[in-house]
Antibody, heavy 123, light 110 residues
């Protein structure tokens, strides 16, 4: 059974940093691209970042470029999102999402989602 | 990168057909056949229902279909059922090598 378990969310002040983690199991992690997607309370979905199976290519939404860094450790079956200089509009539920394929570029076809970890940015 | 434009809500009666539009620009929807649609029921994770504009995963009913004309993609649901009540999101690849969602459409089955 595929499982994606996010952790690392919490309450943080504007300008501070947070690192999200996603522990993957039930599939061959290093065969697939992965993504982070967020959803602010009562709002729609926003793609945040994607990474290839081998970390060769990464991508970011304009809203987080230069502040967030996606990475993965295939040996640990883990995905990460380092979030720096957080802003109040980064407040959202952050989901770890598994791609169908091994590259994130192109169409967005995903098949498994974690339950999400809540990030609240507030003073 | 601005979000794709979807109607906030649509509604229909059981058995009817409805269409949800997703309007972008020549830098995203209009330039790539990389438009997907996701269904999100309350409290559930989004589920892929259409990919690459008009392809359906094998486990998705043929009542769901997708198309594109110019900068606008569309999702059509025929033979509307109560279980179709959900939020629907489109997403497209962009020329900036990013991905952008639509704002989402709430479908109400009357």
């Amino acid at each position: 059974e595929v499982q994606l378990v996010e952790s690392g969310g919490g309450l943080v002040q504007p300008g501070r940093s947070l690192r999200l983690s996603c522990a993957a199991s039930g599939f061959t992690f290093d065969d697939y691209a992965m993504h982070w997607v967020r959803q602010a309370p009562g709002k729609g979905l926003e793609w945040v970042s994607g990474i290839d199976w081998n970390s060769y290519t990464t991508g970011y939404a304009d809203s987080v470029k230069g502040r967030f860094t996606i990475s993965r450790d295939n040996a640990k079956n883990s995905l990460y999102l380092q979030m720096n200089n957080l802003r109040t509009d980064d407040t959202a539920l952050y989901y770890c999402v598994k791609d169908w394929g091994n590259q994130w570029l192109g169409g967005w076809e995903v098949d498994y989602w974690g339950q999400g970890t809540l990030v609240t940015v507030s003073s | 990168q601005s979000a794709l434009t979807q109607p906030a809500s649509v509604s229909g009666s059981p058995g009817q057909s409805i269409a949800i539009s997703c309007t972008g620009t020549s830098s995203d929807v209009g330039n790539y056949n990389y438009v997907s649609w996701y269904q999100q029921r309350p409290g559930k994770a989004p589920k892929l229902i259409i990919y690459e504009v008009s392809n359906r995963p094998s486990d998705i009913s043929n009542r769901f279909s997708g198309s594109k004309s110019g900068n606008t993609a569309s999702l059509t649901i025929s033979g509307l059922q109560a279980e179709d009540e959900a939020d629907y999101y489109c997403i497209s690849y962009t020329s900036s090598s990013t991905l952008v969602f639509g704002g989402g459409t709430k479908l109400t089955v009357l």
